[in-house]
């Protein structure tokens, strides 16, 4: 991945884009509340908000993408779908945010297209990279919390989850994807850290919520809360 285009160098204080990746299951939404509550707790209000689905078009996108009864959809018209969906977002939420001031924490982002689409659907990961810097327009995370886990231990929460929420169905399809699928996916983000090790940090997210939450914030220190 190229360097941050829209490079700028954020200080204490200043906003800043953070984007947190992982398989199902991980915890991202549970350790971006978390966040968000101890950021405005030191008077920094942040933007939550997610892919796919983060814009109202990203809505609809959502349900096309997620809905475990939709009928069969190329790998290619999957990859377009999170594309538009991306830069929608990008557009509408992200970019006005930063340049309003304030921080932005994101569920999923560029990563997400190369770890699942890429190393877990098998597509190619440079032409993902080009796709990728045209729906992001070249905009790059400050910093990205990947939370990892054994892929058995995420499905099993998501599984749990999604049953709570009753959301087995309208967000099941990728949830229902072979464990090979999802091992892949988790070797791939750990391959994009390991590519990227100054913007990606990895969090063992396989314990308690506390503890991953001492990690995140520790991993924050270094911006401004
Ligand atoms: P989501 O509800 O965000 O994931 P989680 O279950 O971890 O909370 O679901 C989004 C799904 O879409 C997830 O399975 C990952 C997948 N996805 C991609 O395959 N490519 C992408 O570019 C994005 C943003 C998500």
Known sequence: MPERVMECQRGKGESMFVTFEGIEGAGKST???????????????????????????GRHLRAMLLDSRQGALTMQ???????????????????????????????????????????????????????????CEKLLPDL???????????????GRRNRKEGTVISEGRFDSESLDFHERTRKGYLELA???????????????????????????ENFAL
């Open 31 to 57: 350790m971006m509340n978390l966040l968000a509550r101890h950021m405005r707790a030191h008077g920094n209000t942040p933007v939550l908000t997610r892919e796919p689905g983060g814009s109202q078009l």
């Open 144 to 158: 990205t919390i990947l939370l990892d886990l054994p892929v058995q231990t995420g499905l099993a929460r998501a």
């Open 194 to 220: 390991a590519r990227e090790p100054g913007r990606i940090r990895i969090i063992d997210a396989g314990r308690d919520a506390d503890a991953v939450f001492a990690d995140c914030l520790a991993v924050m």
């Open 77 to 135: 018209a999957e990859l377009c779908l999170f594309l538009a969906d991306r830069a929608q977002h990008l557009a509408e939420v992200v970019r006005p945010a930063l340049q309003a001031g304030q921080s932005v924490l994101c569920d999923r982002y560029i990563d997400s297209t190369l770890a699942y689409q890429g190393y877990g659907r098998g597509m190619n990961l440079d032409e993902l990279c080009q796709m990728n810097l045209i729906a």
